[in-house]
């Protein structure tokens, strides 16, 4: 079938994006579900920094590819008769597919799969296969969701089936922004009631993490980041304080009484992170979620591993399983305690897109949503 895609033909773009515009809207082929496979309707998808960084380079995959990992969809098709998910089942799309199979999935740590993070990095589905093509030469899947996008097909174990009456808008947000801020918090820092967390970047996954430690029962939780905006929106949402970066340090020791028991860094800065692991107190726990750019490097003392007892941990997709996270993340938001609908900025078609970068890449966006069949 023919369907509309945001194409990126190389990577290396710099702002404005508007005028660059890196993504083009192309008329592209899609082939149709194998077994094991979905075809969804894309009902609305979500721009994340994860897509930035490969328009930038600092996340090099191969070109060309459709671009887009965060979404809500609709099933209309299955590639075969014995799948469990039927035509016309809402589902959030997951952007790291687990083999089940490798040591990773076996241990319970399908967000470790090797499988699926090699599928990723060949721009494939989980099978092996390429489902887009344009004039006859193959297009890449962009973590095997392509989201910017009219329709897509996807491996089944890319998506989780979630009730039909949440808005799209917002369900969207489940599938990247909530399951990695929301679970670096309470799955990979294990985070226990009454224990002090600092965020830093209020991004949409920042602040995601920031309601799962309110959630989880963090207390105090304060946040970092460099607009007055976002900082505000911290406190509304429930952050003790919120501190520009040249005053975190004295503001969140004076806030907390000292320093905090967990830090989370969501900024993908080699510097930022630096700054996160000295904030923490000692014994203290810091979990990093950011990714950036492969060639930076990060500098610590090396003996406060040991003489402060400090414990750096690394946070891919939230340590989540989709197919238990989201629904109960989806409990949490029905009853109020991640109110993740604050998170978005704008809902916007699809045509808008390379604008929207612009918006993200200046850090005045939090979320942004694409319809891709609303019209302009």
């Known amino acids: 079938m023919?369907?509309?895609?945001?194409?990126?033909?190389?990577?290396g773009h710099a702002a404005p994006f508007a005028e660059a515009r890196p993504l083009r809207l192309a008329?592209?082929?899609?082939?149709?579900?194998?077994?094991?496979?979905?075809?969804?309707?894309?009902?609305a998808a979500g721009l994340c920094h994860s897509d930035l960084s490969v328009i930038n380079g600092?996340?090099?995959?191969?070109?060309?590819?459709?671009?887009?990992?965060?979404?809500?969809?609709?099933?209309?098709?299955?590639?075969d008769s014995r799948s469990d998910l039927a035509v016309g089942d809402r589902v959030v799309l997951s952007f790291l597919?687990?083999?089940?199979?490798?040591?990773?999935?076996?241990?319970?740590?399908?967000?470790?799969?090797?499988?699926?993070?090699?599928?990723?990095?060949?721009?494939?589905?989980?099978?092996?296969?390429?489902?887009?093509?344009e004039h006859g030469n193959d297009v890449h899947h962009h973590l095997g969701v392509s989201a910017f996008a009219t329709h897509a097909?996807?491996?089944?174990?890319?998506?989780?089936?979630?009730?039909?009456?949440?808005?799209?808008?917002v369900a969207a947000?489940?599938?990247c922004a909530v399951l990695t801020g929301v679970g670096s918090v309470l799955n990979t820092a294990s985070l226990r009631a009454g224990e002090s967390v600092a965020i830093y970047g209020l991004g949409g996954v920042g602040l995601a993490a920031l309601l799962g430690a309110l959630a989880g029962g963090g207390q105090p939780v304060v946040a970092i980041d460099p607009m007055p905006e976002k900082r505000a929106l911290a406190i509304e949402l429930g952050a003790a304080a919120a501190f520009d970066p040249g005053e975190a340090d004295a503001g969140v020791i004076a806030t907390l009484g000292g320093r905090p028991d967990l830090v989370v860094e969501t900024v993908g800065k080699a510097a930022v992170l630096a700054s996160a692991y000295a904030l923490a107190r000692r014994?203290?726990?810091i979990v990093t979620v950011g990714l950036p750019n492969p060639a930076e490097q990060l500098s610590i003392p090396a003996v406060s591993l040991v003489a402060d007892g400090k414990t750096l941990m690394g946070s891919y997709m939230g340590s989540s399983i989709p197919s238990r996270d989201i629904p109960r993340y989806i409990g949490l938001w029905r009853a109020g305690r991640l109110?993740?609908?604050?998170?978005?900025?704008?809902?916007s078609p699809l045509g808008a897109i390379n604008g929207l970068l612009d918006e993200l890449s200046s850090g005045r966006a939090i979320r942004q949503i694409v319809l891709p069949h609303a019209t302009a």
């Open 283 to 285: 014994g203290g726990r």
């Open 97 to 133: 597919p687990a083999c089940g199979q490798c040591p990773a999935c076996a241990a319970g740590e399908g967000y470790m799969c090797a499988a699926g993070a090699q599928a990723n990095g060949e721009g494939r589905l989980l099978g092996g296969e390429r489902r887009l093509c």
């Open 339 to 347: 109110p993740v609908e604050r998170l978005l900025t704008s809902v």
């Open 2 to 11: 023919k369907i509309t895609a945001a194409i990126l033909d190389r990577i």
């Open 58 to 79: 600092d996340r090099p995959r191969p070109m060309p590819m459709a671009i887009g990992h965060e979404a809500a969809a609709t099933v209309v098709a299955t590639g």
């Open 173 to 175: 947000l489940f599938g």
């Open 153 to 169: 097909v996807i491996d089944r174990r890319s998506a989780v089936k979630i009730p039909s009456d949440i808005p799209v808008e």
């Open 27 to 43: 008329e592209i082929d899609l082939a149709a579900p194998g077994p094991g496979e979905l075809l969804v309707r894309i009902e």
